[in-house]
């Protein structure tokens, strides 16, 4: 579609009053790009009666420029795939800045069989296209779109212009860059290149079921600004442990586990004795290098690490 109510003509008569490219410079830099609502409203698509649509009243902001899926839903062409491998084709929509005049719209970008995602562009400048996620769609070896698996990749812009997400769902990186990602309930900031650093992060404290054969006093941990932190005082219930046998304790959840590498942290048994409990990256918390634990002792341990 042609920016036809864009800001730059005017209503009266009908008359540029400025170029789309310094419409874009004016404005863009300072507008955020993306679904416009929250990742808890409907998917941005949907397979209906066997076809792909975007749904009525999906609305989105690229560049300054409004797009709209309109009244009806949208159908969105996607070829069937008579390959032995599935294709992954991009769903976006995309801001054509090599048209005259520019153009907006939903964009199938078709992959190649067997191979990933196509990339999703964001050409700086005045040339070129920027474009914003709104899907995966996988199609099946030798099948169509209608058995094709849809997956919603598209960010949102809340209320106050803020990034809304989920971790699955992340914008692209910007130096500086704030997200708010509603599944997990953390602010991230971008570094610009790769990392997304925490800024606001707080799980607050959340018990954890102990393993077989112990008994929780206090078994619990908090995820606080990208840290997380692990309480555990356990009583022995199953048989006495013989000194450096290992023995697992609790499971540490996803949300709160190390991305790499193992943790390791001391530990008070009854009686003054020591040992060391391991943290692993699956979020397994096992007893080890111990001397010894009766039945009816007490283990007490705490721990912090980065997360992810």
């Known amino acids: 579609m042609a920016f036809q109510f864009a800001p730059y003509y005017d209503s009266g008569s009908g008359k540029r009053i400025m170029s789309e490219a310094a419409y874009e410079a004016l404005v863009g830099?300072?507008?955020?790009?993306?679904?416009?609502?929250?990742?808890?409203?409907?998917?941005?698509?949907?397979?209906?009666?066997?076809?792909?649509?975007?749904?009525?009243?999906?609305?989105?902001i690229l560049r300054a420029y409004w797009w709209s899926s309109g009244p009806a839903d949208l159908p969105v062409p996607i070829d069937p795939n008579p390959s032995g491998s599935t294709r992954h084709d991009h769903v976006v929509v995309q801001v054509n800045r090599d048209a005259n005049p520019r153009t907006l719209g939903v964009v199938p970008k078709k992959g190649v069989p067997g191979g990933g995602l196509p990339e999703l562009v964001q050409a700086p400048g005045t040339t070129g296209q920027f474009e914003i996620s709104l899907g995966r769609v996988a199609v099946p070896a030798g099948g169509t779109v209608a058995t094709a698996a849809v997956t919603r990749l598209g960010w949102y812009i809340g209320p106050d212009g803020q990034y809304l997400c989920t971790k699955d769902t992340r914008p692209p990186h910007a130096p500086g860059r704030r997200i708010r990602e509603v599944d997990t309930g953390r602010s991230l900031e971008s570094d610009g290149d790769e990392q997304w650093l925490s800024v606001l992060d707080d799980s607050g404290w959340v018990n954890l079921a102990p393993a077989a054969q112990w008994e929780r006093n206090t078994l619990r941990i908090r995820r606080m600004s990208g840290i997380g932190y692990l309480q555990l005082d356990l009583d022995r219930k199953g048989p006495s442990l013989a000194a450096s046998t290992t023995s697992k304790l609790c499971t540490i959840p996803p949300a709160y586990a190390l991305g790499t590498g193992q943790l390791f942290a001391a530990a008070v048994i009854h009686h003054g004795k020591v040992g060391r409990i391991s943290i692993a990256p699956n979020g397994d918390v096992t007893l080890s290098n111990h001397e010894g634990i009766a039945q009816g002792q007490y283990l007490v341990s705490s721990a912090s690490w980065p997360i992810g």
Do not use: C, F, M, R
Not at 34 to 54: A, E, M, R, W
């Open 29 to 60: 830099a300072y507008t955020p790009d993306g679904i416009i609502g929250t990742p808890n409203d409907q998917p941005p698509l949907k397979l209906s009666g066997g076809q792909l649509v975007v749904p009525a009243g999906i609305e989105g």
